[in-house]
């Protein structure tokens, strides 16, 4: 991507399978479409408003459209496994590594994440969780940092 697009393409996010760029560019969807041999475009709806070909099902080392045909509007990334994402029409998605999904779902916001970026903040969260040693069954409470930029 970097060497199409040179300083019009940026690397936000970087995991151990996925890549989140920023693409300056007048349609990210043309530009799919004029490079289709290098995305993997399988999973975008068959009637999607984009005009994208549904081609390259599982071809490995291609890039692919996550979202499918959904913008992201915003994107938090603090570290591996800690980010935050924000989709025209759909239900932001938070992930942090290490705490459970519904203490994210219930206690941990998008505007924490972005918190945490501009005010270089740590917070966590308590969870409790159950540990077995045969035969009997501990009830644990831990708390967990939940977001970071450290």
Same mark, same amino acid.
């Given at each position: 991507?970097?060497?199409?697009?040179?300083?019009?393409?940026?690397? #936000?996010?970087?995991?151990?399978?996925?890549?989140?760029?920023?693409?300056?560019?007048? %349609? !990210?969807?043309?530009?799919?479409? &004029?490079?289709?041999?290098?995305?993997?475009?399988?999973?975008?709806?068959?009637?999607?408003?984009?005009?994208?070909?549904?081609?390259?099902?599982?071809?490995?080392?291609?890039?692919? %459209?996550?979202?499918?045909?959904?913008?992201?509007?915003?994107?938090?990334?603090?570290?591996?496994?800690?980010?935050? !994402? &924000? #989709?025209?029409?759909?239900?932001?998605?938070?992930?942090?590594?290490?705490?459970?999904?519904?203490?994210?779902?219930?206690?941990?916001?998008?505007? %924490?994440?972005?918190?945490?970026?501009?005010?270089?903040?740590?917070?966590?969260?308590?969870?409790?969780?159950?540990?077995?040693?045969?035969?009997?069954?501990?009830?644990? &409470?831990?708390?967990?940092?939940?977001?970071?930029?450290?």
């Amino acid at each position: 991507m970097s060497p199409l697009y040179r300083e019009k393409c940026k690397v #936000m996010y970087t995991d151990t399978d996925s890549l989140v760029y920023h693409i300056e560019c007048n %349609d !990210v969807y043309e530009m799919i479409k &004029r490079d289709i041999t290098r995305f993997d475009t399988s999973n975008y709806p068959p009637d999607n408003a984009y005009g994208m070909p549904l081609v390259n099902k599982k071809v490995p080392g291609l890039m692919k %459209d996550e979202n499918n045909d959904a913008i992201i509007t915003e994107f938090v990334g603090l570290r591996a496994k800690i980010y935050a !994402v &924000r #989709m025209d029409g759909r239900k932001d998605i938070k992930k942090a590594k290490g705490v459970k999904n519904n203490v994210v779902t219930r206690t941990i916001t998008f505007d %924490d994440y972005t918190r945490c970026l501009n005010e270089e903040i740590e917070m966590t969260r308590r969870q409790s969780c159950k540990i077995q040693a045969t035969p009997s069954i501990y009830g644990v &409470r831990v708390e967990n940092r939940s977001e970071s930029v450290r």
